[in-house]
């Protein structure tokens, strides 16, 4: 079974307006984290947000959130304003478990395409 | 700039041949790790190492072989390359504080013929 999921292989959205990339996962740790990156047409892996499983707040690193639903396991993040330069294919990914493990668990990604 | 350093940036093989891909960080990250990616399947974690002299498998090991002798380099070894090896590589490295995010390597693009 897929520990993470993105159910949206590619998405549209209108330059300016906010858009919501899905993201559920799978685990029975109590201590997880979960990482949303952007990889644009250039290839490189870019971090934008991180949210760990104790915090109680939803992460925000300027235009992006990360709308964390624990009980329904999904970690959404959501893009404010979009920018031409927002399009590429976005990832989410977990790590599971305290102590050593800093594996990551990546999904299959949603392409983001904005349109002028 | 500091980060992680990849080379090199495009290889073409052919069956058979053996290389090395080179990673190196100046960030002094304990945590280094090597994924391919390849289309509609993500990313997947080959080999990692929480620090010099400790290295361990990933997800898809076969084939590949690492090395941590410092902590700033960590090379990704291809044996004897086969045309499934065809895809694009990236190194990470990561402190090994919970919840810190991995940097990215630029990718190498592997093609074997």
């Known amino acids: 079974a897929q520990k993470i999921t993105q159910t949206q292989p590619g998405m549209f959205v209108q330059e300016k307006e906010a858009v919501t990339l899905d993201c559920t996962y799978d685990?029975?740790?109590?201590?997880?984290?979960l990482f949303w990156y952007k990889q644009p047409s250039s290839g490189e892996m870019i971090f934008l947000i991180y949210?760990?499983?104790?915090d109680e707040q939803n992460a925000t690193e300027g235009r992006y959130s990360l709308n964390f639903q624990k009980a329904r396991k999904s970690a959404n993040l959501v893009i404010s304003a979009s920018q031409l330069g927002d399009s590429a294919m976005y990832f989410c990914a977990m790590r599971e478990g305290g102590g050593n493990n800093r594996k990551l668990i990546w999904g299959l990604g949603t392409s983001l395409a904005v349109n002028p | 700039n500091a980060g992680v350093t990849q080379t090199p940036k495009f290889q073409v093989l052919k069956t058979g041949q053996s290389m090395t891909l080179q990673c190196a960080q100046d960030?002094?990250?304990?945590?280094m790790s090597w994924y391919r990616q390849d289309p509609g399947m993500g990313l997947r974690l080959i080999h990692y190492s929480v620090g010099a002299g400790i290295t361990d498998q990933g997800e898809v090991p076969n084939g590949y072989n690492v090395s941590r002798s410092t902590t700033e380099d960590f090379p990704l070894r291809l044996l004897s390359a086969a045309p499934s090896q065809t895809s694009v590589y990236f190194c990470a490295s990561s402190y090994s504080t919970w919840g810190t995010e991995a940097f990215f390597g630029q990718g190498t693009r592997l093609t074997v013929v």
């Open positions: 949210q760990g499983s104790y």
């Open positions: 685990t029975s740790d109590q201590s997880y984290g």
């Open positions: 960030m002094n990250h304990e945590y």
